[in-house]
């Protein structure tokens, strides 16, 4: 089912799931996420990859992601619906990366808040729309690093102490 210009709702849940609440599925997810992807793609103009195949690979946990999978984490936004790991379909991922930490102010505008350092997603990047302290900068982007449970902990922690 298309949701925005160039997406389907299957590209952003699983298949389980798609086959278990088909158009349903959508209420996984974060109302904004579908149309900051769109955002992104528009602005990069490349085709842009969540689930699907991509390099001989099929993708199928790089949206929401419920307890049905394996990849799932009760910490990981992806479980909140709103974040996607995103492959480009035309060239390297660190391409899109380095678009993107040049581009802050933009990519912030159009809803996302946070990127994964890409050392930890060498073949895709992770972007999502956590909630940000009130006094992160508005035009700067939270980059993450590591995507452990005790790495997550820790920055909470921190957060909390600091
Ligand atoms: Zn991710």
């Known amino acids: 089912?298309?949701?925005?210009?160039?997406?389907?709702?299957?590209?952003?849940?699983?298949?389980?799931?798609?086959?278990?609440?088909?158009?349903?599925?959508?209420?996984?997810?974060?109302?904004?996420?579908?149309?900051?992807?769109?955002?992104l793609r528009d602005k990069v103009n490349m085709p842009l990859i969540i689930n699907g195949k991509y390099k001989k690979k099929k993708y199928i946990h790089s949206g929401f992601r419920s307890k049905l999978t394996n990849s799932f984490s009760w910490y990981s936004q992806h479980r909140f619906g709103r974040a996607v790991d995103i492959k480009v379909k035309d060239t390297n991922a660190v391409y899109l990366y380095r678009w993107i930490m040049t581009h802050q102010k933009e990519v912030r505008e159009m809803g996302f808040?946070?990127?994964?350092?890409?050392?930890?997603?060498?073949?895709?990047?992770?972007?999502?729309?956590?909630?940000?302290?009130?006094?992160?900068?508005?035009?700067?982007?939270?980059?993450?690093?590591?995507?452990?449970k005790k790495s997550f902990l820790n920055r909470l922690k921190s957060l909390f102490n600091g």
């Not at 590209?11 to 955002?39: M, N, T, W």
């Not at 990047?125 to 940000?132: S, T």
């Open 1 to 39: 089912m298309k949701i925005t210009e160039n997406f389907e709702l299957q590209e952003f849940v699983s298949p389980q799931i798609y086959k278990k609440f088909r158009h349903k599925s959508i209420i996984f997810l974060d109302s904004r996420l579908p149309g900051a992807v769109q955002a």
């Open 113 to 148: 808040t946070t990127i994964e350092k890409f050392k930890y997603t060498p073949t895709w990047v992770h972007l999502d729309m956590r909630m940000l302290p009130a006094d992160h900068p508005k035009d700067k982007l939270l980059v993450v690093s590591g995507r452990s």
